[in-house]
């Protein structure tokens, strides 16, 4: 299928997916009503920094951006709040449409600061820390 790419790092079972597609937005689409329709009050889409990654569809800084307005777009549309997850270059344009932001890991990447956008904007940042156990 033309529109997988590359698998992500470690992660087993995981592609990009060529999200200029108009198949993998109606896919997309869908996934967003089902949340409304699971009774979620917002959503968090995850792998937002495609372009960033060896991705194998050739995704651009500016297909990132366009895809990452989109979903945040179609959320608000369907009247979901919508956090950011990755994608921490394109903060700044990013941060007046999204409602949240969701890290993991940000002190171990020392990438803390790339979210000071949201912190200006009033919105909240939430921290995941990762505990796995043997």
């Not at 790092?9 to 198949?23: F, H």
């Not at 171990?108 to 790339?114: A, G, K, L, P, T």
């Amino acid at each position: 299928n033309e529109t997988i790419g590359s698998t992500l790092d470690e992660w087993e079972g995981e592609w990009w997916l060529d999200y200029r597609d108009s198949t993998v937005r109606e896919i997309m689409k869908s996934r967003l009503d089902l949340a409304v329709e699971k009774g979620c009050d917002g959503v968090e889409p995850d792998n937002m920094d495609g372009f960033q990654n060896d991705n194998g569809l050739n995704l651009t800084n500016t297909d990132q951006l366009d895809y990452n307005l989109f979903i945040a777009a179609e959320s608000h549309s369907r009247n979901l709040s919508v956090g950011l997850k990755n994608d921490l270059s394109q903060i700044p344009d990013l941060v007046d449409y999204y409602d949240w932001a969701l890290n993991e890991e940000c002190a171990d990447y020392n990438e803390c600061e790339e979210y000071k956008p949201f912190i200006d904007a009033g919105k909240a940042i939430f921290q995941l820390l990762l505990f796995l156990s043997v």
